[in-house]
């Protein structure tokens, strides 16, 4: 099926270094969400875009929605360990009818040295 | 706390047994989708629920799969006849942005 192209796949860096990261669509989508996700636990929602260009943050996290509807980037600022986990982007596109089902990045799994 | 809660959060079976999932969303949310995670991949939609009506079910959700949600709450999805290849996290969102924790599924 349709999935959304994630980069980098993974990241190591230190503690206190910004991190970026981004998804790109070969489709317009009107809705990009961005999740944090723990070893056997569900996704847990971080930032939420509904509007191109719009740019949100969420403590030390900041996402935008691109211009052309085609991509996203999340940023996370000044890293701690607990920052540990894989990262998804997913995102809507716009169809008929009421189902707002995700598409899914591969995710970005991102590692914090002390 | 997400308020979207799964049971079992762990299910061991062995292969050709019927396992049962269930998902209590947030109660006033009338949206309710299902999806299915492997290792290394993102989650993969399943099928979707307004309120009780099932309205969409992806091409992945082969006919030994059942989802019900008979009052418009809490939904539970079935595998017959389990086979090794269902082994996967199951995991329930609602109004598609808040997911549960998800029931780990281990068919040996």
């Known amino acids: 099926g349709q999935q959304l192209n994630q980069s980098p796949q993974s990241m190591f860096i230190q503690e206190g270094e910004d991190v970026s990261m981004n998804c790109t669509s070969s489709s317009i989508f009107n809705t990009w969400l961005w999740y944090k996700q723990d070893p056997g636990e569900g996704p847990v929602l971080l930032i939420a875009?509904?509007?191109a260009g719009e740019l949100t943050s969420n403590g030390r996290l900041t996402a935008q929605f691109g211009i052309t509807r085609k991509d996203s980037f999340l940023n996370i600022s000044a890293s701690i360990p607990s920052d540990v986990g894989i990262y998804f982007c997913?995102?809507?596109?716009?169809?008929?009818?009421?189902?707002?089902?995700?598409?899914w990045g591969l995710g970005t799994s991102l590692a914090v040295n002390p | 706390d997400t308020g979207v809660s799964q049971d079992p959060r762990h299910k061991i079976t062995k292969r050709g047994q019927n396992v049962t999932f269930r998902c209590d969303p947030i109660s006033e949310h009338n949206r309710l989708y299902w999806y299915r995670q492997t290792l290394g991949q993102g989650p993969e939609f399943l099928t979707y629920?307004?309120?009780?009506?099932?309205?969409?079910k992806s091409r992945l959700l082969s006919d030994r799969f059942s989802a019900e949600r008979p009052k418009g709450s809490f939904s539970t999805l079935e595998i017959q006849r389990t086979e090794q290849g269902d082994s996967a996290m199951y995991l329930c969102a609602d109004e598609e942005a808040f997911f549960g924790q998800g029931t780990r599924l281990t068919v040996v």
């Open positions: 997913a995102g809507q596109s716009p169809r008929p009818g009421n189902n707002r089902k995700l598409i």
């Open positions: 629920f307004q309120n009780e009506a099932q309205l969409e």
């Open positions: 875009l509904y509007k």
